[in-house]
């Protein structure tokens, strides 16, 4: 099992900088992919960033695809989003996912989520 926990949300103005960390607990860290998620007010939770447990390969949505950037350090147990050019509809919770054996853009694919970090982004 793995526990995950965000930092780094806040409030920002449109076109600020944020990056978000996510640590994870345990030794298998390595082993696991990670996903970047979002919730907005309202709205289901949809899918930011992935990348795969080597770090070889990264997924995107294309609402972001450009501005944010996914990476992770297994030597830390943690995985970032480092978000530029942020706008108002960036605004959310965003949450860390991880699974064992699952890396993509679908929320039912991920087993274990951290309880997310606000992202509020001004006009």
């Known amino acids: 099992q793995v526990q995950l926990v965000e930092s780094g949300g806040g409030l920002v103005q449109a076109g600020g900088s944020l990056r978000l960390s996510c640590a994870a607990s345990?030794?298998?860290?390595?082993?696991?992919?990670m996903g970047w998620f979002r919730q907005a007010p309202g709205k289901e939770r949809e899918f930011v960033a992935a990348?795969?447990?080597?770090?070889?390969?990264?997924y995107y949505a294309d609402s972001v695809k450009g501005r944010f950037t996914i990476s992770r350090d297994n030597a830390k147990n943690t995985v970032y989003l480092q978000m530029n050019s942020l706008r108002p509809e960036d605004t959310a919770v965003y949450y860390c996912?991880?699974?064992?054996?699952?890396?993509?853009?679908?929320?039912?694919?991920?087993?274990?989520w951290g309880p997310g970090t606000q992202v509020t982004v001004s006009s």
């Open positions: 996912a991880a699974d064992l054996s699952y890396v993509g853009t679908v929320v039912d694919g991920y087993g274990y």
């Open positions: 990348i795969s447990w080597s770090g070889g390969s990264t």
């Open positions: 345990g030794r298998t860290f390595r082993r696991y992919a």
